[in-house]
């Protein structure tokens, strides 16, 4: 069965290293062209070296998606360079402190939800007539185990990533008779380069911490990506609204 994915426009957002890094590559060696959004060019810049020495189509746009510029240029760059947008992965994320609710300040609060929700929001909005115009398009969300849980994470990251799977549901209703599917894994843990601070005074590392014996093998992050390009790809062709734990059947204890 052809994966659909062939010379397709595809925005991996993250895709500077872990997850996206991976997830890029995957869908470059499908046959996909890929911009490459990261919030570090350097990081953003190697990738694309990387796809281009190998042989594929890659653009790089670096810059904070908790901006609405940056979101518009990253879709336009996915335009004018590849004639469209038929897969969007909303991919980039950051932690937060594992702090409670009582410890989680307005400042990590904002930041937090602002990057790991109203980013992937801003960027579904941009991209959603792109993809009802040609009657096709997927989105595939990266949302979290503290998206099925509050045992995994601070206040702030559960609830960003609880919205994560709102925005994915919402949409895949509203969208599921206009051609565009939308659906999000769920990852446990993963061998990834995402940054956590903790401070040991806070709630979450005490509170947390005996669930985490649960949570099973780490993930490769290629493991991941094979999952969001398998939702992203017509293989995937009736399947929209679901999230899909990709955690060694940590949701499943």
Known sequence: MSTGLEGASIIVTGAGSGIGRATALQ?????AK???ADISAERAD?????????????????????DQAVVDRVVATAVDSFGGVDVLVNNAGIMDSMSGPDET????????????????????RAVLPIMEAKGKGAIVNTASEAALRGSCAGTAYTASKHGVVG??????????????RVNAVAPGAVATNIE???????TGPA????YMA??????????????????ASDAASNITGVVLPVDNGWSAV
Do not use: C, K, Y
């Not at 956590?196 to 806070?202: A, C, F, S, W």
């Open 105 to 124: 300040t307005d400042a990590e609060w904002d930041r937090v939800i602002r990057v790991n929700l109203t980013a992937p929001f801003m960027l579904t």
């Open 167 to 180: 925005l994915t549901r919402s949409t895949a209703i509203m969208f599921r008779n206009r051609g565009v």
């Open 214 to 231: 649960n949570l099973g093998r780490v993930a490769q992050s290629d493991e991941l990506a094979s999952a969001i390009v398998f939702l």
């Open 34 to 36: 890929v911009v490459v």
């Open 27 to 31: 869908f470059v060696a499908a046959g």
């Open 207 to 210: 509170t947390i911490g005996p």
């Open 46 to 66: 190697e990738v694309v070296a990387e796809i281009v020495a190998a042989g594929g189509l890659a653009v790089a746009v670096a810059g904070d998606l908790a």
């Open 196 to 202: 956590v601070t903790l401070d040991p005074e806070h």
